[in-house]
């Protein structure tokens, strides 16, 4: 018992010490470094995010749990973002004025919108030098046409410009010199936007100072142009998304053939005109290795004329596509195409990497029909997991005839990653019925068949077979195929949001 006691007491006790101490040690390795700064107090950490850039203040939350969300609160009150809107009534001199007599803070957002016929050039000029003195990084300017005198649009210039921006979104205004100062009548040269990422235009006038622009933002990555006078694309080294929706009037609808060797994602909403021989409205480099793509032409179109036009527009190797949204127009060419297999455009022959695709009808007959048999069946999207399909809103008149008698099964087993389908505008048509019924069969992986239509119970129309009619029966009754009256916000296509209505 003595020797015992004695190896319990003495050499026994010391390495279970040491035993102890080492693995303290271990678990102090494994907890990894304590952050010291997340001791500090929280206004002084929110004393350190008011040195950083909007976009570092928020990935700070990535630092501890202390840190999450503590950007949020950054500043006192009032928050650090800004709205003004200036009113009819209002007096927008009286307005800067109370702003430029008050304490200068740093904003992450400033919104200006004007509504007053009073505002004038060199108010303002003194609202963006305010934006710029409060070194904002998220411009929003939006001037109504009530608010230019003489009913011309007011000129927005770039100098002064915060050293923070970061995006820009401008309304109903002129793209001015980048270089006027109002104040002063004087030309200044801007200091290069260092931190401008995106720029967005909506029914703006475009001229040669968005090229001037862009040669002053080294980090541009995307530029929106909506229902703008023209459409004109610089050259630019880091553009990657590039947006023209309804842009143009008659001949002056142009995306001119721009250096983008960055290009990922290009989306395009236009008119064609009749009568009109001019090329297509935009050309893309050939060697852009593009992501995403969404082209709506609208308008008659003479399909033979747009063959080559087309295929000089896009670049030569869709391969890496995995987005893809195409309008009626633009199906029927694409068709056409591979139905003849032209070697003048071989890119839509080959989407093997396109994982989602949307196609945006206008009409619902046999000829559409085989057309989306057709592309679906040639264009080699063996990958495709998701389909969207955008029915025209036909339900006040008859579609018994549209599908004049014609069975085809053109479909082959080449969808067999697709899991879901999405359908707006189902109307439970001879057309509608066929294209989902031929889906069912041939999709062996499809999990989910969504069905947005104004009829959520089953509905017999002429000219509907009853065997397409028992296959969709049957899917709504296992769970495959589902029926709502409203759009789900959880299925949503890549590009919904691309060309809202605004």
């Known amino acids: 018992?003595?020797?015992?006691?004695?190896?319990?007491?003495?050499?026994?006790?010391?390495?279970?010490?040491?035993?102890?101490?080492?693995?303290?040690?271990?678990?102090?390795?494994?907890?990894?470094?304590?952050?010291?700064?997340?001791?500090?107090?929280?206004?002084?950490?929110?004393?350190?995010?008011?040195?950083?850039?909007?976009?570092?203040?928020?990935?700070?939350?990535?630092?501890?749990q202390r840190w999450r969300h503590l950007w949020k609160s950054r500043w006192a009150e009032p928050t650090s973002s800004l709205d003004v809107h200036v009113l009819p009534g209002d007096n927008p001199k009286k307005t800067i004025n109370s702003l430029e007599s008050a304490p200068r803070r740093r904003l992450d957002r400033f919104t200006f919108v004007s509504d007053n016929e009073l505002l004038g050039p060199k108010l303002l000029s003194r609202f963006m030098e305010y934006a710029a003195a409060c070194c904002v990084e998220d411009l929003d300017v939006e001037v109504s046409r009530r608010s230019c005198r003489d009913k011309r649009r007011l000129i927005f210039n770039f100098v002064p410009a915060s050293?923070?921006?970061?995006?820009?979104?401008?309304?109903?205004v002129i793209l001015g010199g980048a270089g006027l100062s109002c104040n002063d009548d004087v030309w200044l040269e801007p200091l290069?936007?260092?931190?401008?990422?995106?720029?967005?235009?909506?029914?703006?006038?475009?001229?040669?100072?968005?090229?001037?622009?862009?040669?002053?933002?080294?980090?541009?990555h995307t530029l929106d142009m909506r229902r703008c006078d023209r459409a004109f694309v610089p050259q630019s080294a880091t553009l990657r998304t590039v947006t023209v929706a309804e842009c143009g009037r008659d001949r002056e609808l142009k995306v001119h053939d721009a250096a983008l060797p960055n290009l990922r994602s290009f989306r395009f909403s236009g008119r064609f005109f009749v009568g009109r021989m001019d090329p297509f409205p935009f050309c893309l480099p050939k060697d852009a290795a593009l992501v995403d793509l969404y082209i709506c032409i609208a308008g008659e179109i003479q399909i033979p004329f747009?063959?080559?036009?087309?295929?000089?527009?896009?670049?030569?190797?869709?391969?890496?596509?995995?987005?893809?949204?195409?309008?009626s127009n633009v199906l029927e060419i694409a068709s056409s195409l591979?139905?003849?297999?032209?070697?003048?455009?071989?890119?839509?022959?080959?989407?093997?990497?396109?994982?989602?695709?949307?196609?945006?009808?206008?009409?619902?007959?046999?000829?559409?029909?085989?057309?989306?048999?057709?592309?679906?069946?040639?264009?080699?999207?063996?990958?495709?997991?998701?389909?969207?399909?955008?029915?025209?809103?036909i339900s006040n008149r008859c579609l018994e005839d549209l599908v004049q008698g014609v069975r085809f099964e053109p479909l082959e087993d080449g969808l067999g990653k697709l899991r879901m389908v999405k359908v707006m505008n189902f109307n439970w048509h001879k057309f509608e019925v066929q294209l989902?019924?031929?889906?069912?069969?041939?999709a062996s992986t499809l999990h989910k068949l969504l069905l947005v239509s104004p009829n959520v119970t089953l509905q017999h129309m002429p000219g509907v077979e009853e065997a397409d009619l028992s296959l969709l029966k049957e899917a709504l009754a296992n769970g495959r195929m589902i029926l709502r009256e409203s759009d789900d916000p959880a299925t949503q296509p890549f590009h919904s949001e691309v060309f809202i209505k605004v």
């Open 1 to 64: 018992m003595a020797l015992e006691s004695e190896a319990d007491g003495e050499p026994g006790a010391k390495r279970r010490r040491e035993d102890d101490e080492q693995e303290d040690q271990h678990k102090e390795v494994a907890a990894g470094p304590v952050v010291r700064i997340s001791a500090l107090p929280d206004d002084v950490r929110r004393r350190i995010l008011t040195h950083l850039p909007l976009k570092d203040a928020i990935r700070s939350s990535a630092l501890a």
């Open 163 to 172: 050293p923070l921006l970061t995006r820009l979104s401008l309304r109903n």
């Open 192 to 220: 290069p936007f260092d931190c401008l990422e995106v720029v967005r235009l909506h029914r703006v006038t475009i001229s040669i100072a968005l090229c001037r622009l862009m040669a002053l933002c080294p980090r541009v």
């Open 306 to 327: 747009f063959y080559s036009d087309l295929s000089r527009a896009l670049p030569v190797d869709l391969s890496g596509l995995t987005v893809l949204t195409i309008c």
């Open 338 to 393: 591979l139905k003849e297999k032209c070697a003048t455009w071989p890119n839509v022959r080959n989407l093997q990497s396109l994982k989602e695709l949307q196609l945006i009808l206008s009409g619902t007959d046999t000829k559409t029909l085989y057309n989306i048999y057709l592309f679906l069946r040639a264009s080699h999207c063996h990958n495709l997991e998701r389909l969207f399909v955008q029915l025209p809103d």
């Open 436 to 442: 989902v019924s031929s889906l069912l069969r041939k």
